[in-house]
C-alpha cells in the first residue's frame, strides 16, 4: 500500500483524516472514481485497523442525499436513494463502507456543501462547481472578445436554466478546514455520539447572485436565469454543455441541516463566512489568474479534493475586471490546514 514499517509506526494512535478524493461525475468514468472514492477509503480503513488509529474523519460530500429534498438531516442516507450521478453514488458507497465497518465507533463523516476557495485570498486547489459557472462565464467573455462582438452598450441576453430564486450552499474553504480542525479537538476532548457533520451556510444565496458575481467580475451584463429554455440560441446551447454537471443542481430545492456542527463551532467561536460580493471577488481573481496562466495547471490537480486550502492567509487586495489583472501571485506561503490546538 505504499507504507513503510517506519511510517507506520509513526501512526501508532494518529488521528487520520481522509480527503483525496475523485471529483469526476462522467459514467464513462466510473471505475476511475470508484477506484478513488471506494478503494481509497478501504485502503485507509485498512491502515487505520493495522495502526491502531484513535480517530478518523473521512470527508464526503452533502450531495449524498442525491435526488431527497427539503431539509437534508446529519444522518447516513438509505442506501436506495436515488443519486445523480457516480461522484454522488462512490461517495456514498464509502460512507456507507466506513459505518458498516467495525471501526464505525471510531469513525467521522464531514460532509461540506459547495466549497470555494479562501475567503481571504481567494486561494483554490480545485476548481469545479461554482468555478464551472465562473469558468463558463469568462470562456464567453473571452470567445466575445476574439469575435469583436462584445456589446458597446447595453447588455447582453444570455439565459442559463435553473430557478433563479433557488438557493446555494457555498461555503469557503477556511470555514471549512475551520469547522474539521473544531471538530477533531472536540472529539479528543470527549466522545461524540454524533457521526455526521454538514460543514455548510444553510443561509445560502439564489442562484442567480453566484451568476451575477461571475459576470460583474468579467465585465458582462445580461446574463441570466429562467426556469424553462423552449428555444435556445447556439451560444445557450454551448454553455448548457460546458455546464452539464452544475444543470443537475440548479433546480434541486435542498437545505442541509447543520444543527449538529454548529454546536461544535459555536463553542470555539466560529461564525459563518458570509460570501459577500467582496469575497467573491477575490475568489474570482484567484480563478481567473489561473484561468490566464494555463502553466499553472502543474501545481494544481483537477482530481484533488478543495478542502482545507488556503486558512489563516493574509488578506490580498481586490483588484478590477478580469481583463486588467495583474500576472498570476506566489500563493506558495498559503496554509493548507489550520494548526489543531
Known sequence: MGVGRQEIEGLRDAVFIHCAANLNFKEQLRVSVEKTNCLGIE???????????????????????????GRIAEVLHPKDTRLNNVYESSKAKAEAFLMDSD?????????????????????????????????????LRQDLERLGRLPTA??????FVGDPDLKIDV?????????????????????LTQRIFHLCHPDGYPLQYYLDRAQEHVGLKGLHFVRELKKESLIERQLKERLAFNNIYTKLAVRFDDSHNRQIQKKYGLGYIDPAPAVFYRINDFCADFLRNRSLTKE??????????????????????????????????????????
Open 300 to 341: 494544481f490537480s483537477a482530481g484533488e479534493s478543495n478542502c482545507g486550502a488556503g486558512t489563516r492567509t493574509q488578506t490580498l487586495a481586490s483588484k478590477g475586471p478580469c481583463a486588467t489583472i495583474t500576472p498570476p501571485r506566489n500563493y506558495k506561503n498559503e496554509k493548507i490546514l489550520p494548526s489543531l490546538r
Open 43 to 69: 485502503n485507509v480503513l485498512a491502515v487505520f485497523r493495522m495502526v491502531g488509529g484513535r480517530s478518523l474523519f473521512h470527508l464526503s460530500t452533502s450531495y449524498v442525499c442525491g435526488r431527497l429534498t
Open 103 to 139: 471501526l464505525a465507533g471510531r469513525s467521522y463523516i464531514l460532509r461540506p456543501s459547495v466549497v470555494v476557495g479562501s475567503s481571504k485570498t481567494g486561494y483554490a486547489i480545485n476548481f469545479s462547481g461554482y468555478y464551472n459557472t465562473y469558468k463558463a462565464v469568462y470562456g
Open 154 to 159: 447595453g447588455k447582453l441576453n444570455i439565459r
Open 171 to 191: 461555503v469557503a474553504v477556511d470555514y471549512v478546514a475551520e469547522c474539521i480542525a473544531n471538530i477533531i479537538e472536540e472529539a479528543g476532548r470527549r466522545a
